[in-house]
Nanobody, 126 residues
C-alpha cells in the first residue's frame, strides 16, 4: 500500500522560507511524476509545482505562475524524497500543502494523481 507523508509545514512571517518534504512508502519517486498542491480555506485545491520522472535526460519541472521564482521543487532520488523549497513567502501562500504522485492523465495541473498525502499546514503571517 502506497503512502505519502508530508512534513516541514509551520508558521512563518511574510518574506520567510520553509522547506516541505514528502516521503513515500511503497513507491519510487524517481519513476513517476510527483507534485505539490495546496488548498486554502474556502478555495479549491490548486497545483503548485511538479517534477517528472527521471529519465536519461533528467527531469522537467513545472510551476504555477503564482510561485514562479519563489518556490523550487526538487527530488533526492537517493533518499526517495520530494521537496518544495518556498522562499519569499506571502500571506496568500497560507494553505494546506499536499504531495501527489503518479500522474495518470498527463495534466500536471489537474487532480489525476493516483496517490495523495494527508497534507501539511503552512501559515504565513503578515
Amino acid at each position: 500500500q502506497v503512502q505519502l507523508v508530508e512534513s516541514g509545514g509551520g508558521l512563518v512571517q511574510a518574506g520567510g522560507s520553509l522547506r516541505l518534504s514528502c516521503a513515500p512508502s511503497g513507491l519510487t519517486f524517481s519513476r513517476t511524476t510527483t507534485a505539490w498542491f495546496r488548498e486554502a480555506p474556502g478555495k479549491e485545491r490548486e497545483s503548485v509545482a511538479a517534477i517528472t520522472a527521471t529519465t536519461w535526460s533528467g527531469s522537467s519541472t513545472y510551476y504555477a505562475d503564482s510561485v514562479k521564482g519563489r518556490f523550487t521543487i526538487s527530488r533526492d532520488n537517493t533518499k526517495n524524497t520530494l521537496y518544495l523549497q518556498m522562499n519569499s513567502l506571502k500571506p496568500e501562500d497560507t494553505a494546506v500543502y499536499y504531495c501527489a504522485a503518479t500522474l495518470t492523465d498527463g495534466n500536471w495541473r489537474g487532480r489525476g494523481y493516483k496517490y495523495w498525502g494527508q497534507g501539511t499546514q503552512v501559515t504565513v503571517s503578515s
